[in-house]
């Protein structure tokens, strides 16, 4: 890898460490708040490759003549029902804030389409979720260790300072080879 790639690599690393808060289309593109033409083609299946953090929001982008967005309970996103929303959007151009972790269920608000599949579940990680726990935590046999007050969250701020630490290093080392 040369010096200049490696450099944009490690700044895009840092940037999307210090990154907070993204806007990310529904879909990933314009234009998929509709009915899906197949059962392949959902929203959810862009929705489970793509991971949301507390702080993200998501963008809807439709036509407000014929479509609206609805965030509903989980009872009612598996029944489609569009009787009592948690709140209800139709201005063409909704944005709502991922200001929690856990489940988000959105339907569209119009008769019949919801139950055609124009539907989205979206789940946003904890925090402190357990993945990285899971990766480094030590054998159960070594109890002792679990008193030191070492949380997931730690863990994961750990993982990102020495990612950055690194980038850094590399950063400071690129005038150097430049130099010999
Ligand atoms: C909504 O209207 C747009 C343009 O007026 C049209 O292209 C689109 O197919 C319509 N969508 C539905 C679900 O009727
Ligand atoms: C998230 O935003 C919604 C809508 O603005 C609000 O009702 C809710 O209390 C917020 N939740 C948290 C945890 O801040
Ligand atoms: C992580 O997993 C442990 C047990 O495996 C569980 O007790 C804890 O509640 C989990 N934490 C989160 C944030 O899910």
Redesign the pocket.
Known sequence: MSSSSLMMSCLFLLLCLLCEGREILVGGKSNTWKVPESTEETLNSWSERTRFKIGDSLLWKYNAENDSVMQVSQKDYERCDRSEPI?GYKDGHTKV?L??SGPFYFISGEDGHCHRGEKLHVVVLSPNHNRSYAADAPPLTSPDTKDKGSSDHVLINQAQRSVATACFLALLHIPLAFLV
């Open positions: 709140i804030e200001n929690r």
